[in-house]
């Protein structure tokens, strides 16, 4: 067997081109055989078809480039749910845009690592501006903010809680009950105390319950209040001034969590829900929500890149001092990480095809999605409406079911791979959960969508749930 070809230098498009089709060809075949949101039948079945594709994993021969490509990438994009489908709408799971997943093909084909200068000269310098441009955003009135890439909005807490945790010692955080379950495992990871939590009873964190604790735990040690600007059971956004109001009140920093609500910068329809978040002492953003990246383009931006010094690592290899002193770029504090993907690129090709405008065009139409969604339900008598979506995040249920029946039907949905819902507790109740991220979503897919739930939830109460 020839050696196979490389996918860089002069000769590797080449050699990517035709295998380049065998790969859009078993996409689009994949997703023709599937023919929905999500595979039919459930996880054996699933797993029973992905293993025929598989067997054996480590063949004594090879198989060759077109028919491995063919094979598995068929047989995973039949057993695929397909953000891209309107009715996958469960999670905060984004369709990528097809120029962001283009440009993620050259950065595996480039392959740059961004650990040190002579392994990404370029990709280094576009991260460089890319991130300050994006702090900028976040935080136009201070003047040397800055931000690192990270895998998502998991590793951009974490490391929000490393910097706090680097500049006070044994930092207390005071988080609501609303927050994403990585603040309290980052205080675990870190060696941290245990979060204090606060009340967040209408979806969004109680003020006076925060100021009490602040009251309370003032001059007991560092406090570092956590505030959310999009959750992820509601899509709520956290009173921010306010709360900001109370940390500077009280002595505290503060970090906001805007994983999924952060976009709603680029839009002037929709900015100023996200009033107070230049206040924050960190900031973190996630481009592979409501940014339509393929995964990984999380960010966490700071109002001060001197903030970001506590991250410095020094491994001779990668930067000797007098490759620094000589002028060469210093890529470790940039990341916990060492080896990482130049995951920047895509977000830099986004912003520069779309522009403010067409990214705010982007989160405008989702953001109207989600409220065509709620009117809808509203307008139905046979379901009932959590609240007005403060995002693209709208909670309903069938009227007058109980929660195992709610329950039951998101399970069917996907079993018959009809609609991917997702599910959350909310006031003693359980919800089932669109979370809107696809901007071509129709008013007739909205339909749809609930066509199917008040079907099934009538097919179910009368005991006889036909397919």
């Not at 480039?65 to 891209?84: N, Q, S």
């Not at 595996?108 to 961004?114: G, T, V």
């Not at 109370?246 to 002037?268: N, Q, R």
Request: with cysteine.
């Amino acid at each position: 067997m020839p050696t196979p070809p490389l996918a860089g230098s002069t000769t590797g498009p080449t050699a990517l081109r035709p295998l380049i089709d065998t790969v859009l060809t078993a996409l689009q075949e994949g997703a023709r055989r599937r023919d929905g949101p999500l595979p039919a039948g459930g996880p054996d079945t699933v797993t029973t078809q992905l293993r025929a594709a598989l067997d054996p994993v480590i063949p004594e021969h090879g198989t060759g480039a077109h028919h491995a490509l063919a094979t598995l990438i068929g047989a995973l994009t039949e057993g695929a749910a397909d953000p891209a489908d309107p009715l996958c709408a469960a999670h905060l799971h984004t369709p990528p845009l097809a120029l962001a997943t283009a440009a993620d093909l050259a950065a595996s084909a480039l392959n740059p690592s961004m650990d040190s200068w002579d392994q990404a000269p370029a990709a280094s310098a576009l991260e460089a501006d890319t991130t300050a441009a994006l702090a900028a955003e976040i935080y136009p009135h201070h003047p040397a903010p800055d931000a690192l890439v990270t895998t998502g909005g998991t590793e951009a807490n974490q490391l929000a809680l490393l910097l706090a945790r680097e500049r006070h010692g044994a930092i207390q955080t005071i988080t609501g009950s609303n927050a994403h379950h990585s603040i309290t495992r980052a205080t675990w990871l870190l060696g941290l105390p245990t979060p204090l939590t606060v009340p967040a009873p209408h979806g969004t964190i109680d003020l006076t319950a925060l100021g009490d604790t602040l009251t309370r735990h003032q001059g007991h040690g560092p406090l570092l209040v956590t505030a959310t600007a999009g959750t992820t059971d509601t899509g709520q956004i956290d009173p921010l001034t306010d709360i900001a109001d109370l940390c500077d009140t009280h002595g505290a920093e503060l970090h906001i969590d805007a994983a999924y609500g952060g976009p709603l910068l680029l839009s002037p329809t929709h900015r100023t829900k996200l009033t107070g978040l230049d206040r924050a002492h960190s900031v973190t953003l996630d481009l592979h929500k409501l940014g339509w990246q393929p995964a990984s383009a999380g960010i966490l931006a700071v109002p001060d890149r001197h903030h970001l010094h506590a991250l410095h690592h020094h491994a001779p290899y990668l930067n000797a001092d007098d490759d620094t002193e000589a002028g060469l770029p210093d890529l470790l504090g940039r990341s916990l990480r060492t080896t990482r993907r130049p995951d920047v690129l895509k977000i830099a090709v986004t912003l520069q095809a779309l522009g403010r405008t067409g990214l705010a065009d982007l989160i405008d139409r989702t953001c109207t999605a989600a409220h065509r969604l709620a009117d809808l339900i509203t307008k139905n008598p046979a379901l009932d409406l959590y609240d007005r979506p403060t995002i693209s995040t709208v909670l309903f249920r069938p009227t007058d079911t109980d929660d195992h029946t709610v329950a039951t039907i998101r399970r069917t949905l996907l079993d018959r791979g009809h609609a991917v819902l997702g599910r959350t507790h909310i006031q003693g109740r359980l919800w089932l959960k669109a979370t809107l991220l696809n901007p071509h979503t129709t008013p007739d897919d909205l339909d749809r969508l609930l066509g199917l739930v008040t079907h099934l939830a009538t097919d179910i109460t009368e005991g006889s749930p036909n397919r």
